[in-house]
Structures are given as structure tokens and as C-alpha cells.
């Protein structure tokens, strides 16, 4: 699955966020969509989900996020909201599958009440999206740089980024502690520990 790429969301808080998406704005709901994909494509990769079914996973959550939206009382809470939302889709994901995998005659039991999202997984999740945040945050050429340097897979070699930058490939070492410097101080602005 791909997203189309849309304008950095960095001068996009939730709050401006939501309230445009509650009025009917394609482009934040698109910025929207863009500044939280990855946490929400990472819950059901750390779940065990194929990248076929974090997709579905996926779709659901932001079909659920639609629908959710004008309910969302307070939008800071928006990133739990989505942690919390794609685990438990997950955990339907997963007995779904189960379920497919049992005799078809077998007695379905009782669905079980949802289990709560561990909080040391959270709590995780919410430290990785503090940090996708902060690199968003970045000048333009080092959100670039971090992001192939470090969140590509595979990794791109330094000739390539450098290419890619217009830089000497002399100078990404460089560049990149500036940059990673840059992004540490942004977090411990934010209380990021």
C-alpha cells in the first residue's frame, strides 16, 4: 500500500489537525493521515502481522478514525487513541484468523472482553512517535537525510544519499551528526528522556 505524499504536517498541531478534519478538509485529513501512518502501521507489525494484514489493519483504523473523529474529545490524546484503536484491531485480526483456522463446526464461545494494550508497548509506541514528531520537526534537508539514513529499508548507502541531497558524500557524516544533534535537542525540549 502506498500513500500519496502530502506537505509536511510540522506546522500542524492535532488540534488544528482535528478541527479542519471535523469541518471537512481533505488536506489535513491527507496531513492527518501522513503524520501518523507509521504509528499506526507499527502496532500490528510489532503484533506479528504480515505487512499484507498491518495493511487491512490499517484501512480499519483509519475507517474507525473517520468515524471517531467528532467524538475525539480531547485531540492530544489522538496518538493513544491510535495505539489503542490498531491493537485492538489486531487482537480481531488475530482471533479472526483463529477462528478460521478451527473446525467450521466447532461452537464459537463468547467473545472475550478486549485485553488491554500492555504498557510497556505503549508506552514504547508513544516514545517512537515523539520521535517520528521531532524529525518532522527538522529542517527539510536533515528530516530528509534522517529519514533515508535511518528509517529505509534497506539503509541507503552515503553516495546515494548524497546524490539524492546534492551533497559531497564527504560531508554526509558530518551533516548527519548536525542533524541527529538538531533532533536530540528538539526532544529534550519536548521532555523526551
Request: hydrophobic share 40%; with cysteine.
Amino acid at each position: 500500500m502506498t500513500l500519496a505524499k502530502t506537505e509536511p504536517s510540522t506546522g500542524w498541531t492535532d488540534d488544528r489537525l482535528v478541527r479542519a478534519c471535523r469541518k471537512g478538509d481533505a488536506t489535513a485529513w491527507a496531513a492527518l493521515i501522513e503524520k501518523y501512518k507509521n504509528l499506526i502501521f507499527s502496532v500490528p507489525i510489532k503484533f506479528g502481522l504480515s505487512p499484507e494484514d498491518a495493511a487491512d489493519v490499517f484501512q480499519t483504523v483509519c475507517s474507525e478514525l473517520l468515524v471517531g473523529l467528532p467524538e475525539l474529545r480531547e485531540p492530544k490524546a489522538l496518538p493513544k487513541w491510535l495505539i489503542q484503536t490498531s491493537y485492538h484491531q489486531c487482537l480481531r485480526w488475530k482471533k479472526e484468523r483463529s477462528r478460521l483456522q478451527v473446525d467450521a463446526e466447532a461452537v464459537e464461545s463468547e467473545a472475550a472482553p478486549a485485553e488491554a494494550l500492555p504498557e510497556n508497548i505503549l508506552s514504547e509506541l508513544q516514545r517512537e512517535q515523539h520521535v517520528r514528531d521531532a524529525i518532522a520537526e527538522l529542517p527539510a534537508r536533515c528530516n530528509r537525510m534522517i529519514t533515508m539514513l535511518f528509517f529505509e529499508d534497506p539503509p541507503r548507502p552515503y553516495d546515494e544519499v548524497a546524490n539524492q541531497l546534492k551533497l559531497a558524500t564527504g560531508s554526509i557524516g558530518f551533516i548527519r551528526g548536525r542533524c541527529l544533534k538538531k533532533l536530540r535537542q528538539l526532544l529534550e525540549q519536548k521532555g523526551f528522556q
